[in-house]
């Protein structure tokens, strides 16, 4: 099992920038793919960005390429999420998530929550 703890969420201008970090427990992180997912005010959880294993592959939502950079440190059991140019609708609860297979998680983060103003 993987436990996984988010931090670096805040209130940031627009233009900002904050780096979120996810650090996960347990001997196996290596072992999976990992993943970032946000929940806006009323809307459903989104994936938002995803590292393999290895750290050779990156995949990301459209609207977040350029803006932000996943990366991970396997010896820390840590993945991170570095998000530039922050804008208000960047505004929600963001997770990370540790999989398997794929990037559907088998295991979540509680969240941390990031507020983007205007």
């Known amino acids: 099992q993987v436990q996984l703890v988010e931090s670096g969420g805040g209130l940031v201008q627009a233009g900002g920038s904050l780096r979120l970090s996810c650090a996960a427990s347990?001997?196996?992180?290596?072992?999976?793919?990992m993943g970032w997912f946000r929940r806006a005010p009323g809307k459903e959880r989104e994936f938002v960005a995803g590292?393999?294993?290895?750290?050779?592959?990156?995949n990301y939502v459209d609207s977040m390429k350029g803006r932000f950079t996943i990366s991970r440190d396997n010896a820390k059991n840590t993945v991170y999420l570095q998000m530039n140019s922050l804008k208000p609708e960047d505004t929600a609860v963001y997770y990370c998530?540790?999989?398997?297979?794929?990037?559907?998680?088998?295991?979540w983060g509680q969240g941390t929550q990031v507020t983007v103003s205007s």
């Open positions: 590292i393999n294993w290895s750290g050779t592959t990156t």
């Open positions: 998530g540790a999989a398997l297979r794929g990037y559907v998680p088998d295991y």
């Open positions: 347990g001997r196996t992180f290596s072992s999976y793919n």
